[in-house]
């Protein structure tokens, strides 16, 4: 064996090998969004490249299968190729999509769902339908973490993680965040120069100021700022609100297009509806501390205190209404989130007296979706927090037809099912689990249930592929097919299916 790894070595070597420059030509994009080229039949991976580019690079680690290399001179550009917006798009750990088209991203997307399916799943026939893209791919992110840090010159700065890293870019100015992020950004390091208020270290675990969270309601217009920091007090707290409330925002609510509006969802074959919520002009309702003292990656501590307002800001996804703190999970996007659970909503085609498991059900985005038009929905979610979350919404928007379990799905599923005899039913199950898709303990109790159909929202199109396989060969039908941009200028992407009950 050892023998024949040495011949492979020496075969690999023989194609490229660490430090050779090469030219070649990128003929596709890796899961990560990597450009892929091949010398020879032997890939390598080549970050910031684009399907089209002619590149030339410089070989940096070679595998026995495959390799990285860098990018030094794009010799002739993709003509799909663009200029990113943001001068950090290449440093920056955020965007690895930001020098592709539009265009070309979300059809790169839409593929990358059906050949999951087709491949993986083993699907001959994938119905896919076209995919929910976004009317603006800038400017769509309701929240923003910013790292706080001292410069080469001692001054404060504040960014984004490089790609893999923990060395702060300085940005305050991104792209993909709301517009109003740079306002606030800036104010905090203007406040914190003023006061001579430290920058956290992360290597010496010193200095005050760790991160700056802004969350927006996009619908609402309520703005919270909260101050992540390394200790329990931050001096000059009067001056920060003062500054933070005295922030011109009014002209900066959600650009046309990164709300739904009636139009422009037609436009994008989509019919969620909004009647309820409208836009409306930034305000700064929160602003507070939260208090991390612990050496560690994780950003919140768990101790919030209010400086200004409320803990917590609202806003809406479709007519349903969110509370949300600090702590809480909530889409990033909200208006590609509603369109995606639009579909999820389309595909149950609920009439009224069904009984609704919504798996991984979070805060019961999804869950309260379908406690509009169903006689009772299940939530399960293994994040007690996050069910605290979903019981205040549901009580929040006077749901009296949801109930939800704590637990990891894959064993409060079986222990229900056990604990009815078999009888438990569902005529609908959702399922939109984390990346690593579902436990084979939960589909098989799923398919015991025996639902009319299951609506499955992916993150990941090779674990959703696998699934709808399982489910596949135990007597479901794969119906239909939709992918959703939710994170434009990154590799993710979203997607939906319907799977009904064969006969
Ligand atoms: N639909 C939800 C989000 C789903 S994200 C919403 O809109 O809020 C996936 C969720 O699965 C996360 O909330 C995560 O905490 C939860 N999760 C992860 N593993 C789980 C498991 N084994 N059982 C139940 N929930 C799980």
């Known amino acids: 064996m050892g023998k024949n790894k040495k011949s492979q070595a020496t075969m690999q070597d023989m194609v490229c090998k660490k430090n050779d420059i090469l030219t070649m030509e990128i003929i596709d994009l890796s899961t990560k969004g990597e450009g892929v080229g091949r010398v020879d039949g032997y890939t390598l991976f080549v970050k910031d490249a684009v399907i089209g580019d002619v590149v030339r690079v410089l070989v940096m680690k070679t595998k026995k299968h495959f390799g990285y290399a860098k990018l030094l001179e794009i ?36 593929n990358k769902v059906y050949h999951c399916l087709s491949r993986i799943g083993g699907f001959s026939e994938v119905p896919m339908e076209p995919i929910l893209y976004m009317d603006s791919p800038y400017y769509y992110r309701n929240k923003a973490q910013f790292p706080v840090g001292t410069g080469k010159e001692g001054q404060i700065i504040t960014g984004f993680y490089a790609g893999r890293t923990h060395s702060i870019v300085e940005n305050t100015n991104c792209v993909i965040q709301h517009p109003c992020n740079e306002k606030i950004s800036k104010a905090v390091l203007e406040f914190m120069e003023e006061y001579h208020i430290s920058a956290y270290d992360e290597k010496e675990h010193t200095g005050l100021v760790r991160h700056i969270l802004t969350r927006v309601g996009v619908k ?3 703005v919270m700022v909260c101050l992540v920091i390394n200790g329990t007090k931050l001096p000059f707290t009067d001056a920060l609100v003062e500054k933070l409330l005295g922030l011109p925002l009014q002209g900066m609510e959600a650009k046309k297009g990164n709300v739904a509006e009636n139009e422009s969802d037609a436009a994008n074959g989509n019919g969620a509806k909004n009647e309820q919520a409208t836009v409306s002009a930034l305000k700064i309702e929160s602003i507070c501390l939260n208090e991390n003292t612990d050496k560690t990656n994780v950003i919140l501590g768990q101790n919030i205190s209010v400086l200004y307002g409320r803990d917590y800001i609202e806003d809406y996804i479709g ?57 009772k929905v299940c939530g399960v979610e293994i994040v007690p927090q996050a069910i605290e979350d979903a019981r205040k919404n549901a009580a929040l928007n006077h749901f009296d037809n949801t109930e939800f379990f704590v637990g990891a799905a894959e064993e409060v599923v079986p222990e229900q099912y056990e604990k009815s005899n078999g009888t438990l039913k569902a005529d609908v ?18 398919v015991q249930m025996q639902p009319s159909k299951i609506v499955y929202v992916s993150c990941d199109p090779a674990t959703l592929a696998r699934d709808a396989r399982y489910l596949c060969d135990r007597g479901y039908e794969l119906k239909r097919v939709r992918a959703c941009d939710m994170f434009g200028q990154s590799y993710h992407v979203e997607s939906v299916v319907l799977l009904t009950k064969k006969g």
């Open 75 to 110: 010799v002739t550009p993709s003509k799909d190729r663009i200029e990113p917006k943001c001068p950090v798009a290449r440093q920056c750990g955020g965007c690895q999509l930001q020098h592709y088209s539009y265009e070309s991203q979300i059809r790169w997307k839409e």
């Open 220 to 222: 609402t217009g309520e």
């Open 319 to 375: 007519n349903i209404k969110y509370q949300i703190s600090p702590l809480s999970f909530f889409q990033v996007n909200p208006k590609q989130t509603e369109r995606l659970y639009e579909t999820a909503l389309e595909y149950a085609d609920l009439k009224g007296g069904e009984v609704v498991w919504d798996l991984y059900c979070g805060i019961g985005t999804i869950s309260l979706f379908l406690a509009q038009k169903a006689a």
């Open 429 to 446: 199950v959702t399922i939109d689990p984390p990346r690593k898709g579902c436990d084979e303990r939960l589909l098989e109790t799923v």
